[in-house]
T-cell receptor
């Protein structure tokens, strides 16, 4: 069974630009969560989607948004990029049963650098 | 607010020794705890999990202990190998309120295994 895939793996943008990252979950998984990982803040939850609906949201500004498609693939978008947005963005998928208390499988991440 | 933190940011051991990585959590309502291993350039990889109705769970060479009285979690790795060198994160999934179904990560412990 293929794991979680994320594209692109590396991305360089400049301040003020916007970026879209993609995540394909494990087949059969309906929940996709996004996390931001930085040396200073560690791993922080961005949001979770289940069946095309945002089910949970972290404490990030509205510049960070996401969506999920009917095939469970998900995208996240960051608009008006800031230097502090440079991070590893991780996607995780899970079966997504009621309660969300199931194992999450992570992709390799997208390394975003904002210049 | 809820938080999960680690006592020791770094741990160095000799190959063959047993390793113990500790984690404190603050949300007594958390229902599910997970240990992840993250190697350089990769996303977090599931190691072992434990639910709040358990005190101990064993896997292959790993044991997780949960002490709900003092809100403490530990990961024990037996016969540590150089391949175990990585950053280890504990994470909790909230059981209610705004934390429901959301993974909250600790800051991580760097484990270095010397041959």
């Amino acid at each position: 069974k293929a794991g979680v895939t994320q594209t692109p793996r590396y991305l360089i943008k400049t301040r003020g630009q916007q970026v879209t990252l993609s995540c394909s979950p494990i087949s059969g998984h309906r929940s996709v969560s996004w996390y931001q990982q930085t040396p200073g803040q560690g791993l922080q939850f961005l949001f979770e989607y289940f069946s095309e609906t945002q089910r949970n949201k972290g404490n990030f500004p509205g510049r960070f948004s996401g969506r999920q498609f009917s095939n469970s693939r998900s995208e996240m978008n960051v608009s008006t990029l800031e230097l502090g947005d440079s991070a590893l963005y991780l996607c995780a998928s899970s079966v997504g049963l009621a309660g969300g208390l199931t194992e999450q499988f992570f992709g390799p991440g997208t390394r975003l650098t904002v210049l | 607010g809820e938080s999960v933190g680690l006592h020791l940011p770094t741990l160095s051991v000799q190959e063959g020794d047993n390793s113990i990585i500790n984690c404190a959590y603050s949300n007594s309502a958390s229902d599910y705890f997970i240990w992840y291993k993250q190697e350089s350039g990769k996303g977090p990889q599931f190691i072992i999990d434990i639910r709040s109705n358990m005190d101990k769970r064993q896997g292959q060479r790993v044991t997780v202990l949960l002490n709900k009285t003092v809100k403490h979690l530990s990961l024990q790795i037996a016969a540590t190998q150089p391949g175990d060198s990585a950053v280890y994160f504990c994470a909790e999934i909230g059981a209610g309120g705004t934390s429901y179904g959301k993974l909250t990560f600790g800051q991580g412990t760097i484990l270095t295994v010397h041959p």
